[in-house]
């Protein structure tokens, strides 16, 4: 069975400050697939990135970053120098080789005021 | 290009009324899914499709029911509304199942009173 759990429900932060989110997940498959998932407050959710078992490099992107680590088996998302177009709320996900879905975590709503 | 498309955008129903939740998608995808969003809960699949005419329970399948008549059409059906199902619905399409993103359409919040 797979699992995400989020534990952070809610992050305050302030500008400029940086801040990780928490995802620890749960498989009994070797192959598999995370993925960072943001929804803003007008609702959409939209994809951040996705990253497969195997490839274990972390990624960065403009002020995002991605640590992903099977030995605690965490695909931990950090924003540097957070700003306000970053409140969010923030979901992990994971699906299983062979599975026709996706299993998210419960979100994690990250508050970065000015 | 539209993407994914719910219909409608907001509804209020009266306990046991009925109704039929729109998503259609241009992008030719065969996986098409059914989420809902509580607070604190994240997103639970309702159901979900793995192409036209085919249809599969997620976790919180009662309740809902749902067609695939047309590949770029998923219809989420509510028989017998039920204040429990006041949520917020998304439905998500995507091209290959698990590996590839998916794409999502604005929701559609529903209320039942």
């Known amino acids: 069975a797979q699992k995400v759990t989020q534990a952070q429900t809610e992050i305050s932060v302030v500008e400029k400050e940086d801040v990780t989110l928490d995802c620890v997940y749960e498989?009994?498959?070797?192959?598999?697939?995370l993925f960072w998932y943001k929804q803003p407050p007008s609702g959409e959710l939209v994809f951040l990135i996705r990253?497969?078992?195997?490839?274990?490099q972390n990624e960065i992107s403009g002020r995002y970053s991605w640590n992903f680590q099977k030995s605690t088996s965490s695909f931990n998302f950090t924003i540097t120098a957070s700003q306000v177009v970053d409140s969010a709320v923030y979901f992990c996900?994971?699906?299983?080789?062979?599975?026709?879905?996706?299993?998210f975590g419960k979100g994690t709503m990250l508050l970065v005021s000015p | 290009n539209a993407g994914v498309t719910q219909t409608p955008k907001f509804r209020v129903l009266k306990t046991g009324q009925s109704m039929t939740l729109l998503c259609a998608q241009d992008?030719?995808?065969?996986?098409m899914y059914w989420y809902r969003q509580d607070p604190g809960m994240g997103l639970r699949l309702i159901h979900y499709?793995?192409?036209?005419?085919?249809?599969a329970k997620g976790e919180v399948p009662d309740g809902y029911n749902v067609s695939r008549l047309k590949k770029q059409n998923f219809l989420l059906g509510l028989e017998s509304a039920a204040p429990s199902q006041t949520s917020v619905y998304f439905c998500?399409?995507?091209?290959?199942?698990?590996?590839?993103?998916?794409?999502f359409g604005s929701g559609t919040q529903l209320s039942v009173l």
């Open positions: 499709s793995v192409g036209e005419g085919t249809t």
């Open positions: 998500a399409s995507t091209r290959r199942a698990g590996t590839a993103k998916l794409f």
């Open positions: 498989t009994r498959d070797t192959t598999y697939y």
């Open positions: 990253r497969n078992s195997f490839d274990e």
């Open positions: 996900a994971l699906s299983e080789e062979g599975y026709s879905t996706l299993t």
């Open positions: 992008m030719n995808h065969e996986y």
